[in-house]
Structure formats: C-alpha cells, structure tokens
C-alpha cells in the first residue's frame, strides 16, 4: 500500500512540474514588450458578424495604442476569412483600424492565413516586399510565447506587443491551457 502512494504521489508531482515547465513560459511571454520596429503584425482572430470579437479587439486596441506611441509606422493584419465568418479577419482589422484613426495607407492586409504559423510566413513575404526587417508582433499574451517560438523558426525578426486578455477567468484559463498543448503538440513536432 505505501509502494501504490508513493507512486501516486510521484505521479501528481510529475504531472504539476511539467505543467509548471509548459505554462510559465506562455504566461511569461505575457511581460515582454515591443521594441521600436519598421511594421506591426496584428495575428487575427475570431470575427463575429463582420467585427472583431473580443480576443481580435484586445489586440486591435493594443496595435492603435502603440501606433500612436510611435512604435511602428505601419501595420499588416493578418488572417483568412474562417468558414464561420462573414468577412476575412484581416479585412475586419483594417476596418476597425481606420475607424479608430490609423490612415488606411499605413495597414498593409494579409487576408490568406488559417494559423500563427501562416500568419507570421505569410506576413513575412509582405513584410520583405516593402522592404521591412524588424516586426512588432501584436497577439493577446496567452499566444505571445509560440507566436515568438515560431517567428524564430522562420527567421523573423521580432519582439512582442503582448495585448491583454479578458477579464473572464474561463476565456482566460481556457487560452492559456490551448496554448500549453499546443506547444506541446509544437515540441513533438520538431
């Protein structure tokens, strides 16, 4: 009987170290900060009847605020039409981004990306036919941490503009788990 608890024990143990091992680096990636650069890239998201949805509009806010801040003097918004949207996210984005003041020639649209890993290659080739190096990469800081994994894959040169998350605790806990298995599913994949 102590052998089966001990071993339950080791198990549990195990188990909360490696759940430390994944997640302390997604919640990290949530402290970093941006870096003046040459463009923003702003990852799409969900789009519910033709506007942002709430992750997209965190994200959104995020991108104006540090266009203002000087930060960048373009952005490139970046996502596909999903097949339960009505408009392609990155059209959306821009939308969202000239009602908020951004003039239209300074947003750069991206609109054939289904995934991060797409986004980030898709607005890479954008970025290389403007002549632009360095990117602020804008996504809501549950994402940050693989957004930046996968932009060093590609050779991208980029710091983070990590946008907040909502205020709800299930969207929260909800996001931050996706993200630990998809690094997961990320690592196994290398």
């Known amino acids: 009987m102590d052998f089966w608890r001990r071993w339950r024990k080791g198990i549990i143990i195990g188990a909360l170290f490696l759940f430390a091992a994944v997640e302390l680096p997604i919640?990290?990636?949530?402290?970093l900060r941006p870096a003046p650069a040459d463009v923003m890239i702003v990852l799409g998201s969900r789009v519910i009847g033709g506007e942002?949805?709430?992750?997209l509009r965190l994200r959104l806010e995020e991108a104006v605020r540090l266009y203002r801040q000087g930060l960048a003097p373009a952005i490139i918004?970046?996502?596909?039409?999903?097949?339960?949207?009505?408009?392609?996210?990155?059209?959306?984005?821009?939308?969202?981004?000239v009602k908020e003041g951004v003039?239209?020639?300074?947003?750069?649209?991206e609109d054939g990306s289904f995934t991060t890993y797409q986004n980030?290659?898709?607005?890479?080739?954008?970025?290389?036919a403007h002549g632009y190096r360095r990117a602020i990469?804008?996504?809501?800081?549950?994402?940050?941490h693989r957004t930046l994994v996968l932009a060093r894959d590609l050779g991208l040169e980029a710091t983070a503009a990590p946008a907040p998350m909502p205020d709800s605790l299930y969207l929260l806990?909800?996001?931050?788990l996706r993200e630990g298995a998809a690094m997961v599913a990320l690592a196994f994949r290398r």
Not at 88 to 96: K, N, S, T
Not at 103 to 109: K, M, S, V
Not at 173 to 176: D, G, I, K, L, S
């Open 27 to 31: 919640v990290a990636g949530g402290l």
């Open 52 to 55: 942002p949805g709430p992750m």
């Open 77 to 97: 918004v970046s996502g596909a039409r999903g097949a339960d949207e009505e408009v392609a996210e990155a059209f959306a984005m821009r939308a969202y981004l």
């Open 103 to 109: 003039p239209g020639e300074r947003i750069l649209t």
């Open 120 to 128: 980030l290659a898709n607005s890479q080739a954008v970025m290389a």
């Open 137 to 144: 990469i804008v996504s809501n800081a549950s994402h940050m």
């Open 173 to 176: 806990a909800r996001n931050y």
